[in-house]
């Protein structure tokens, strides 16, 4: 009995003798949702996996900015540069007056 069935279904019997030839509409419908279904939920896989590479990413490169943003406060401190200006031997000095305005009269 059960070889029987198995048969009808997998040999396309039951599609020919059953009242699935009444459904066949209904089938078709069920069959473009299963589709659907399929190809929404592989979409959705593609773009969390987008999502977690983006995220790392973004991580990376906010840790690479603050490295970056730290070693640049720090070179820009006065004394660094000096150290700096003194290990290439530049013969720039610190200014000993403070920098003034510039004004300019209109006749």
Do not use: C
């Amino acid at each position: 009995m059960k070889k029987r069935i198995i048969e009808n279904v997998l040999g396309g019997q039951i599609l020919a003798k059953g009242n699935f030839t009444k459904h066949w509409r209904f089938i078709l419908y069920i069959f473009a949702l299963v589709i659907l279904y399929i190809s929404i939920h592989f979409g959705i896989r593609n773009t969390m996996q987008r999502m977690t590479r983006n995220e790392e990413t973004l991580r990376n490169l906010r840790s690479e900015y603050m490295g970056k943003y730290t070693r640049l406060l720090y070179t820009g401190k006065r004394g660094e540069i000096e150290k700096l200006l003194e290990k290439n031997s530049l013969d720039l000095e610190a200014p000993a007056t403070p920098p003034s305005r510039v004004k300019l009269e209109e006749d």
